[in-house]
């Protein structure tokens, strides 16, 4: 294939996911954006293989992160996006595969505010700057809302994804002052209100996360040492996963 595509082993290699060992492997999919196909003439829809990562056409500024043509919007108009997917591109090449576990738990916590209309300015000024429109008519789950949250989830898989934060929030010799850190720094980089002045909301999406970790760590460690108390867990649970 190499000789008559006139193509190195190693383009087809990232080119045709198939070609790689092992190939059981799925590799994302998803429709390019339709400028990039336009200017090689194709008008039809087209699936490619394309990186975790890929949200945006940064040529273009078009949303790709979608399953069809129909969700490709324009998103010029907000350059915190295109920053966003940088970040994120940067996250995933230093961080390959674990970067992905961790972007879909902060995903899942910026859901959760979402669905509780929690920290919503900025998302709020994103939908009504796209779409001119109040933000209640769209679900909860729509590419409207995956867009808008997009920068909040990326800044926060930033944190989740760093030891030296996430060790602030879930460690054994975690101290108040670790989580007020810890929250301190979540407030500056999605420039949300969460746990200032000490208090923090126990079912708060991110809380009920970071307590969850905490408690099946130190339920761990108590498994391994019966000679250290097991804290009770306060904080309720909102879904499945141990990150």
């Known amino acids: ?39 090689r003439g ?13 949200k945006l056409c940064l040529r273009h500024r078009v949303w790709v992160g979608g399953d069809n043509l ?13 920053n966003a997917q940088r970040r994120h591109r940067n996250l995933v090449r230093h961080r390959p595969g674990y970067a992905e576990f961790v972007y ?30 109040e933000p209640a008519r769209f679900p909860r789950d729509s590419t409207e809302f995956n867009i808008a949250n997009y920068p909040e989830i990326v800044s926060l898989t930033s944190i989740l994804i760093s030891y030296h934060w996430i060790t602030k929030a879930v460690s ?3 101290t108040p002052e670790d989580l007020r850190q810890f929250y301190a720094e979540v407030r500056h980089r999605l ?17 009920v996360w970071v307590e969850k970790q905490q408690h099946n760590l130190e339920r761990n460690h108590y498994q391994r040492d019966h000679t250290q108390p097991l804290r009770q867990r306060t904080t309720p649970t909102t879904w499945q996963e141990v990150g």
């Open 172 to 174: 054994p010799e975690r």
């Open 70 to 82: 129909d969700t490709q919007v324009d998103v010029s108009a907000l350059p915190e996006l295109t």
């Open 42 to 54: 194709i008008v039809e829809p087209v699936t490619i293989y394309r990186d975790s990562y890929a």
């Open 1 to 39: 294939m190499s000789i008559a595509t006139g193509l190195p082993d190693h383009a087809l290699s990232y080119r045709l996911p198939e070609l790689r060992s092992p190939s059981f492997i799925e590799f994302p999919t998803g429709p390019a954006c339709r400028f990039c196909a336009a200017r």
């Open 104 to 133: 879909t738990t902060a995903e899942r916590i910026v859901s959760g505010w979402t669905a509780r209309r929690l920290w919503g300015e900025s998302r709020d000024r994103r939908l009504f700057t796209l779409f001119g429109d």
């Open 191 to 207: 420039g949300i209100d969460i746990g200032r002045d000490g208090f923090v909301d126990q079912h708060d999406p991110l809380t």
